[in-house]
Nanobody, 113 residues
Framework: QLQASGGGLVQAGGSLRLSCAAS????????MGWFRQAPGKEREFVAA????????DYADFAKGRFTIARGNVKNTVNLQMNSLEPEDTAVYYC????????WGQGTQVTVSS
């Protein structure tokens, strides 16, 4: 089970930090990623990091503004979002697993202009 937190309301140009933690005992370091879904739009990929942290991918819109990093606790991941724009408003979901088999409940991010 994944628990996401850190969403909220911020003005354009501001920053937010999302966190996600996987519960349950496992020896596996999962690939973990963030996706988002804006109203009326399909869910889209934001960023992901491999289990060992050795490889990171970003969507084009996230490059230079968002930073994904694994936390110190196994199977936790953070997403630092800077220079937020109203277009970043969405529900942000964290996911884990090679095929993103596990999903969190989502956290709302709202960026006002």
């Amino acid at each position: 089970q994944l628990q996401a937190s850190g969403g909220g309301l911020v003005q354009a140009g501001g920053s937010l930090r999302l966190s996600c933690a996987a519960s349950g005992r496992t020896s596996t370091n999962y690939r973990m990623g963030w996706f988002r879904q804006a109203p009326g739009k399909e869910r889209e990929f934001v960023a992901a990091v491999t289990g060992n942290g050795g490889s990171i991918d970003y969507a084009d819109f996230a490059k230079g503004r968002f930073t994904i990093a694994r936390g110190n606790v196994k199977n936790t991941v953070n997403l630092q979002m800077n220079s937020l724009e109203p277009e970043d408003t969405a529900v942000y979901y964290c996911a884990a697993g090679d095929g993103y088999e596990y999903w969190g409940q989502g956290t709302q991010v709202t960026v006002s202009s």
